[in-house]
């Protein structure tokens, strides 16, 4: 089964490219310390210098920073906090979303209204809130991200829930005497898992966004180069010097986009295969 | 009861062959298949799932998925003009005209947010240039000739106030609109309860002799048959492998595959044995009732639809108890309130004199081994992400059973059940809907029960299919002493497996006794107009076919 979801996976040709992408950054955030010795707040060249410089190949900002070498620390932040807050938001929604879907009723509403409660504020605005609130760090962006991603995919796990817990097998788990912690991990959800592994890829690109747009405002941590803070602080510049805000806004760009595709590939690979799955 | 052979065919299916898409399991849904249909005369086309009746219907009509199906070659000769070689839009203005069809699903088949009369009425829109008044006089004839009560109150009702009957009625007034020479049938009854097919199938009838219509009637049930045809055509694989008059193929078939159809249906076996195994009642039921609220009206009161309404029942070791009755009589929910899936709403439940109802969730776990179920819809009630041994074996892991004794006694209940042990390791979706349900017996004997609750276990399966679960069932019964509450809406089934049968109407059990003589003496007149809905009563099957075995491919 998983070399045919690796087949359909790969005529998908935007996941595959998404895939390379996501898989070069990932390099670039791994070795940055080896690309770039030096700090990327360091100044390595005049201020000013344009791309493709011996000095400074994609340029220096205003004091003279290497952008190459921002673009390489700032993929450590990105992806770091794209993936521990998905990680977060994952483990809360799906919890949340698990527990109401399987029991219904009174904790189903609560839990429902709950996340109504969350979903009615402007999610970046309480970003910014709970950013501002806890002083701008690694930790508490991490947070602020994770607590207004959850709640979509809290619905949407309630919702495959729901509709998975009326299904014949549960009903055969639960007059086979099983618990319902073992039903919730073993029977339903990795019937659910498909959805989730989808919306995760996409919300992995979404924490990063929000990072950026933290970082430009400058509520990012402030001892972190991120793709963000670079182009919120060149953006004065922005007629004189283009490349400053020019590359970081491609690195976004691209690492967005390369998560968009691998979800929409493996929502791809996971459906038709079930469909298959039911029909034979 | 032709009288028609004279006449020019109406319809006429010359070496048909439907292509399936490259990788499917046989490379033609139907290969050379060549049939005639004449005017007044209904042609039952009969065969199992996959047999490719139903894409002989959706060939006439154009209605072949494209690009998955294709004609590769033959000919369907429409009055004499090919149908095949036509442009589009001339097959589309044929369609409508000469060629109605009904289909299977009536809940799905009709637009929820159209009313039935503009549903009606776009037909004849699109066909023909009466003016509105002209429609409007039409459309209301037709509801009231398919037997529609207040033709002007269902013109202006949307889809959801009707019932699944009331709707079918509603495609047939659509697919009659234009008083088509042929009308397709695609096993218009399946979804309906037999009371209602009963009436479906009478109407059905009634207007073919009125119009002197061509039927074309796909079904999977020999009873219909019996019931409607003039002709049969007995499928297998995409091939014909009989076709002639009703009386000939029903009493005197001659390929050895129809003559198997024959004798799996169930219902003509031998009598059972009276069922003596007095002493003490396993399950005693006693005033079970059991409501669910309906969406309240606003500041108004809850109205609740009652669903189990004082059920009394007691079940012996050993017996089979059949609860029958049409769909919404209450039969599921009782079943489901006896293994515990549902909490009544008052009532006694003594199981060997302990009442389940009073128990808490855990004082009532070790009661759940005793009492287990056997599910409906094979598709549905195996996991597809387990394989098949942990799917068996987790009931008695999570009843302490150390996990790999739980597996060896696993591959000794697939044997039982007819399987090989090897299929333990493979997943659900490698296995017929017959073979899923076998699973599911296994998994419900696993925790070693004295009460099976089988709920319609075989009313998604193939006639033949169904006859060797439903002694495979009986076998096992037998053999391990248990208790049965079976579920079905086929009386012939309840006669086959049951020993005592609980005749279920709105909630309600209006009759219970002897299987034998409930369903051969009813007294009541609900068991009694049940009995004669069943599709083809007045078709007494062969003898020499009775006894003959079935058992062919699982």
Redo the contacts between chains.
């Keep these: 089964m998983p070399t045919d979801f690796i087949r359909a996976f790969q005529r998908n040709r935007g996941a595959v490219f998404g895939v390379v992408v996501l898989g070069l950054m990932l390099l670039l955030a791994i070795f940055a310390d080896l690309l770039f010795p030096t700090s990327p707040w360091d100044m390595t060249a005049a201020p000013f210098t344009p791309p493709f410089d011996a000095s400074a190949w994609l340029g220096t900002d205003t004091l003279g920073r290497d952008i190459a070498s921002g673009i390489a620390h700032g993929a450590r932040v990105s992806l770091l906090v794209g993936v521990v807050a998905t990680a977060v938001a994952v483990t809360v929604g799906v919890l949340l979303g698990a527990i109401a879907g399987y029991h219904g009723g009174r904790i189903d509403s609560a839990i429902v209204h709950f996340t109504e409660l969350f979903q009615t504020i402007p999610n970046f605005v309480l970003v910014v809130v709970t950013v501002a609130i806890f002083t701008p760090s690694l930790f508490s962006i991490v947070g602020a991200i994770a607590l207004v991603s959850w709640p979509p995919l809290a619905r949407l796990v309630r919702g495959e829930f729901l509709s998975l817990r009326e299904r014949e097998f549960v009903q055969a788990a639960i007059t086979s005497g099983q618990s319902t912690t073992t039903i919730i991990l073993r029977q339903i959800l990795p019937n659910s898992l498909s959805p989730i592994i989808v919306s995760a890829s996409l919300m992995v690109a979404t924490s990063i966004l929000l990072e950026s747009s933290l970082s430009f405002l400058g509520l990012g941590d402030p001892n972190a180069m991120t793709w963000g803070f670079m182009i919120g602080s060149a953006r004065t510049v922005l007629r004189q010097a283009w490349w400053m805000s020019f590359f970081p806004g491609v690195a976004i760009l691209l690492t967005v986009l390369a998560l968009n595709l691998i979800g929409e590939g493996l929502n791809d690979a996971f459906n038709p295969r079930l469909r298959r799955g039911r029909r034979t | 009861m032709t009288g028609a052979t004279a006449m020019e065919p109406l319809l006429e299916v010359r070496r048909l062959t439907v292509a399936l898409p490259e990788g499917s399991d046989r490379p033609f849904a139907v290969e050379r298949i060549s049939f005639a249909i004449t005017a007044n005369e209904i042609l039952c086309v009969v065969g199992e799932s996959g047999s490719g009746k139903s894409v002989i219907g959706h060939a006439i009509m154009g209605l072949l998925p494209k690009p998955d199906l294709r004609i590769a070659a033959g000919a369907i000769l429409l009055r004499q003009q090919n149908v095949v070689a036509m442009s589009e839009a001339k097959q589309r203005a044929l369609r409508g005209h000469r060629v109605g069809m009904i289909f299977q699903e009536p809940m799905t088949a009709l637009n929820p947010l159209m009313r039935i009369g503009a549903q009606i009425e776009e037909v004849l829109e699109i066909h023909t240039d009466m003016d509105r008044a002209q429609r409007r006089k039409l459309v209301l004839e037709m509801i009231r000739s398919v037997g529609l009560p207040n033709p002007e109150e269902i013109r202006r009702s949307y889809p959801f106030r009707l019932s699944g009957g009331q709707r079918q009625r509603v495609m047939i007034a659509m697919a009659l609109a234009l008083k088509p020479d042929l009308l397709i049938a695609d096993e218009p009854t399946t979804a309906l309860d037999v009371m209602t097919q009963k009436q479906i199938l009478d109407l059905i009838k009634t207007i073919q002799r009125e119009r002197h219509m061509a039927v074309m009637f796909i079904t999977h049930d020999f009873g219909v048959v019996a019931e409607i045809a003039d002709r049969v055509a007995v499928m297998r694989e995409g091939h014909i492998v009989e076709i002639g008059g009703a009386d000939d193929i029903l009493n005197q078939p001659q390929h050895p595959y129809t003559r198997q159809l024959i004798a799996s249906l169930p219902g003509h076996g031998a009598p059972r044995p009276p069922f003596l195994g007095q002493g003490e009642p396993l399950l005693v039921a006693e005033n079970i009732r059991k409501s669910f609220p309906l969406a309240s009206r606003f500041m108004g009161k809850v109205r609740r639809l009652v669903v189990a309404d004082d059920i009394n029942l007691t079940i012996h070791p050993g017996e089979t108890v059949g609860l029958v009755g049409s769909s919404g009589s209450g039969k599921s929910t009782l079943a489901r309130t006896v293994?515990?899936?549902l909490k009544p709403d008052g009532g006694r439940l003594l199981f060997k004199g302990t009442d389940l109802l009073r128990l808490n969730r855990r004082a009532f776990?070790p009661f759940?081994?005793d009492?287990?179920?056997v599910?409906?819809?094979p598709?549905?009630?195996?996991?597809?992400?387990?394989r098949v041994g942990d799917?068996i074996a987790?009931?008695p892991i999570?009843?302490g059973e150390n996990p790999a004794t739980a597996l060896a006694h696993a591959k000794e209940l697939l044997e039982l059940v007819g399987l090989p042990a090897v299929a333990a390791s493979r997943y659900p979706?490698?296995f017929s809907g017959g073979q899923r349900q076998r699973i599911?017996i296994a998994?419900a004997l696993?925790?070693k029960p004295a009460l099976l609750i089988a709920d319609e276990p075989v009313s998604a399966l193939d006639a033949s299919v169904q006859s060797q679960v439903l002694r495979l069932l009986d076998d096992i019964r037998h053999r391990l002493n248990l208790a049965m509450l079976f579920i079905t809406h086929d009386l012939r089934i309840a006669a086959e497996i049951c020993d005592t049968v609980g005749v279920m109407q709105h909630g309600r059990i209006v009759e219970y006794g002897p299987a034998d003589k409930v369903l051969s003496q009813p007294s009541e007149p609900y068991t009694r107009s049940l009995l004669e809905a069943l599709p083809g009563r007045n078709w007494r099957i062969p003898r020499e076919f009775a006894t003959a075995d079935a058992a062919v491919n699982p």
């Design positions: 293994v515990g899936l776990k759940r081994r009492v287990q179920m599910f409906q819809d598709y549905a009630s195996l996991n597809p992400r387990h799917i987790q009931g999570a009843f979706h490698e599911s998994r696993a925790v």
